[in-house]
């Protein structure tokens, strides 16, 4: 580790100091750290130790809103929303406590002053990145959202010690690392071990009478698993709210089963404890697809009871009957992942608290919303009933009983359709036999949304439509949002300081207020401001993708950008065939005008996702003859940035002038970096899926590059039986594009490599690619004429961003609370140590 250059370490005083300047403060606070938690002088600290001390001072600063936020809450027993998700991919933490505590400027300020770099130091935090990825930055982006619009709230989650992988590229192939981020140790979190809980798995259930004739049930599990909570701080934005951030690791009951050590199985005895530690050891990095294993659904069960039975400690503390469960707690669910707690609440109600079933059914309904992600069958979680009864036998009753009093009510509306009560039943009973997670789900919640408007409006037509059929009353559509916090003022300090100095700093409490930059559009000088930001962010982007894949790429060419998870659905693979196509036009038209692009990919494939891994392969491909090529490397150039993650985001898309959102129509939810894409200036071209479509109707037609079928040509295109082989036939830069592949041009003469994915394309294009690739390749030719036009180009990107104030996280989140949470802000007044009296 090379040593960073920092001076003397009496530097308590630097240059120009007032005696009691917040500069100077940060710069005592840091180096007692640098001693005394650290234990470190100078000359022996790691940068990492610089990144510590520098976390511990600003811990220390947030500290006093967390304890005087903990104390109003229970003060007033104040109504909570719980927000439950098996993923909360919440990014560095340093950077934005800075922002929110109003420190940041001074916290480079004093770094600088002692010869150290603040970016630096922020580089040097190992994210927590535990979620895969729009789902669970999304839960990330709401505790941000409640902390500032001050509302109670606690975010539930595992606190997995291995997040998602590390992606790392060999030879153009994905190879995965575990991702250690714990290693150095995580200054954010406080260990809780008072408030561990027990969670039961496995066993058998008993039934026995008691003297008064009632019935009672015994879950008698074959082992348990101990809970212990760490809690992180989620500050609001310039506010004195302290949120907390709820992550519950998996412990053995006792390091040591000493019934078996005595017996000398000493391997046997640590087992115990490999095993439950287990539950919390790793995220599963597959995003919409369920791989029904065991594991999983325990890890589920797991961080669900813990925080049920978090949620009644609470209720006791303050003295709420449990009765008022509900009126306590709004419970959210985060998809299907903590759909468990439906049962889990009932089993706590009465056989833990013997309430009586419809009571408790009846606080359970009320307590609980659902939000639905994804419309793809391979991601609708159900478990095989075999599995589900070995880990969860008691919920498994509690299911059927469920089950059988809601297919009576179906009965009774619909009498007569037996085939809707097979549809609707939260057990699937043909072939093989499975849990219905959805619809467990949707029983059991007062509320059920999806996350765009199309995206709902499918749910109720499509996955869900008996259930809104039922319960019309239920549905609702709550459009994802982005923190502007984290996604503009952090990420992009330059953009941030020209908008404030134009309309000030309202916009980044109140993102609609951007709509005031909209004359400004029209003024030139604003406009070469705005236009040299873009540029130096892509300056900077060039610097790391000089380092991180070699490549040098030209800051003046089109920064065309498409970083997500990498899916068949969203069709990195249609952007990598119009990049052959042209290539194709300029090799075989040497000098065709054309817009120099430069196309950058970032995203992680699932490990055991096969053909995605194979997308990546291509892309890198391409790169490989892309870039190296005289021909076109002055026109083209493609890159693949390894380990797409939050860090890595916050230098993307501040740079990007094209954003690509080119799922096929139907099957991107929502998206939500296509958000972060257009409120920092990037034009979007894209499909009419997901967000996309209001995004579109925010920023304007005419701003926005729009191709491809819509949601209801997909269907009828796919119902008339679909032949990709027709719009082959139809299209000869198409069949050019096919053949060089075929052929091994991208390959060194193989032509094996890419052909199980040209094969697929072929044969089947399940997500219609070919259907849409004459569009994509219009489309993409409007651009690069409108691009040339660089004032012109300015003006639709200030446009972009100052119509993005519907996409904040905060419009969401107040949405969520109006309507589905019923919860009101709690001003948080600030407590010193030297009033709390114990
Ligand atoms: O959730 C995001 C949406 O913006 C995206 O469109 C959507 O694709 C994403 C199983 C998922 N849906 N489902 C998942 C993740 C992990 C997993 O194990 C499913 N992710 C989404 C936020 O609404």
């Avoid at 530097?11 to 710069?27: C, I, V």
């Avoid at 991702?179 to 039934?207: F, I, Q």
């Avoid at 049962?343 to 309904?365: C, F, P, V």
């Avoid at 479509?693 to 679909?722: C, D, K, P, S, W």
Wanted: charged share 25%; aromatic share 10%; with cysteine.
């Amino acid at each position: 580790m090379n040593q960073p250059q920092v001076v003397s370490p009496n530097s308590g005083r630097g240059p120009d100091d007032e005696p009691d300047s917040p500069t100077r403060r940060l710069r005592h606070a840091f180096l007692h750290h640098l001693f005394y938690t650290q234990g470190k002088f100078p000359a022996l600290a790691t940068k990492t130790d610089y990144y510590l001390a520098l976390a511990h001072t600003v811990r220390d600063r947030l500290l006093q809103r967390w304890i005087s936020t903990a104390n109003e809450y229970t003060k007033n027993g104040s109504r909570t929303v719980a927000y439950l998700s098996a993923e909360f991919l919440m990014g560095p933490h340093l950077g934005n406590n800075l922002i929110n505590l109003g420190l940041f400027d001074d916290a480079r300020k004093s770094m600088s002053e002692l010869g150290l770099n603040l970016d630096d130091l922020l580089y040097e935090e190992e994210e927590p990145g535990l979620g895969n990825g729009g789902l669970g930055r999304l839960a990330a982006c709401f505790i941000d959202s409640l902390a500032t619009l001050e509302i109670p709230a606690v975010g539930y989650g595992i606190r997995y010690e291995f997040g998602i992988f590390h992606q790392t590229l060999v030879d153009g192939w994905q190879v995965e690392k575990t991702d250690k981020w714990l290693r150095y140790g995580n200054p954010w979190e406080l260990a809780r071990p008072e408030w561990s809980v027990t969670v039961k798995l496995g066993g058998h259930t008993e039934r026995m009478q008691d003297n008064s004739g009632q019935l009672h049930v015994r879950w008698v599990p074959n082992r348990t698993v101990l809970g212990v909570p760490y809690d992180t701080p989620i500050l609001g934005y310039r506010n004195n709210t302290a949120n907390t951030l709820r992550l519950w690791k998996a412990e053995a009951p006792e390091a040591f089963d000493f019934a078996v050590f005595n017996r000398g199985d000493y391997q046997g005895a640590v087992n115990q404890k490999v095993v439950s530690e287990n539950l919390s050891k790793v995220l599963y990095p597959n995003d919409e697809h369920v791989e029904g294993k065991e594991l999983r659904l325990a890890q589920q069960y797991f961080f669900v009871s813990c925080s049920l039975q978090d949620m009644l400690r609470i209720m006791k503390t303050q003295h709420v009957p449990l009765h008022e469960f509900h009126e306590k707690f709004a419970v959210q669910l985060n998809d299907t992942h903590p759909a468990i707690g439906v049962a889990e609440l009932m089993r706590l109600l009465t056989d833990e608290h013997q309430m009586h079933w419809n009571q408790a059914w009846d606080i359970t309904r009320k307590t609980f919303g659902y939000t639905n992600h994804t419309l793809l069958p391979e991601a609708l979680e159900r478990w095989p009933l075999e599995l589900f009864k070995r880990v969860l036998p008691r919920h498994l009753e509690i299911i059927y009983e469920i089950n059988a009093r809601f297919l009576d009510e179906v009965r009774q509306r619909y009498f007569g359709d037996e085939a809707r009560v097979t549809r609707m039943s939260l057990i699937e009973e043909t072939g093989e036999r499975y849990v219905r997670m959805a619809h467990l789900a949707c029983v059991g919640s007062h509320a059920i949304n999806g996350v765009a408007e199309l995206h709902s409006e499918l749910l109720k037509q499509d996955v869900l439509k008996d259930f809104h059929e039922m319960w019309p009353a239920k549905f609702g559509n709550k459009t994802n949002g982005v923190t502007p916090r984290r996604w503009i003022a952090l990420a992009n300090p330059r953009l941030t300081r020209l908008i404030s100095g134009a309309i000030g700093e309202g916009w980044i409490k109140r993102l609609e207020e951007l709509r005031q930059l909209e004359p400004f559009a029209l003024d030139p000088n604003f406009r070469a401001g705005w236009r040299e930001i873009k540029r130096a962010n892509k300056r900077d982007l060039s610097d790391v993708i000089r380092k991180r894949c070699g490549v040098a790429v030209d800051p003046s060419s089109m920064f065309d950008v498409q970083v997500k998870r990498i899916h068949e659905y969203k069709r990195q693979h249609l952007s990598a065939l119009h990049i052959i196509g042209l290539y194709h036009r300029l090799k075989t038209n040497p000098n065709l005008e054309m817009t120099p692009r430069t196309f950058i990919f970032g995203g992680k494939a699932a490990p055991g996702y096969w053909m995605a891994k194979l997308i990546i392969r291509l892309i890198t491909s391409i790169g490989e003859v892309v870039n190296r090529d005289p021909a076109v490397r002055d026109k083209l150039r493609v890159v693949f940035l390894p380990n797409f993650s939050v860090t890595n985001g916050q230098r993307i898309y501040p740079a990007a002038d094209l954003s690509e959102q080119i799922s096929t129509a139907g099957k991107e939810a929502s998206g939500t970096g296509n958000m972060k894409f257009a409120m920092n200036g990037a034009l979007t071209i894209g499909t009419m899926d997901g967000a996309n479509i209001e995004i579109r109707e925010q920023v304007g037609a005419e701003n926005f590059f729009l191709f491809g079928l819509t949601a209801h040509e997909v269907a009828t295109v796919r119902g008339n039986g679909y032949r990709p082989q027709d719009y082959l036939d139809g299209n000869a830069e198409l069949r050019e594009v096919i053949s060089l592949i075929r052929h091994g041009y991208f390959s060194r003469g193989d032509g094996e490599l890419f052909r199980p994915l040209v094969d697929s394309l072929v044969n089947h294009d399940p997500y219609c690619l070919f259907a849409d690739y004459q569009s994509y390749a219009d489309a993409h030719e409007r651009v690069g004429t409108a691009y040339r036009d660089s004032e012109d180009w300015t003006r639709m990107s200030i446009l972009n961003s100052a119509r993005s104030g519907l996409f904040s996280s905060d419009r969401t989140i107040a949405e969520y609370c109006r309507d589905i949470w019923n919860v009101q802000p709690v001003q948080v007044p600030i407590l010193s140590h030297e009033d709390v009296r114990v």
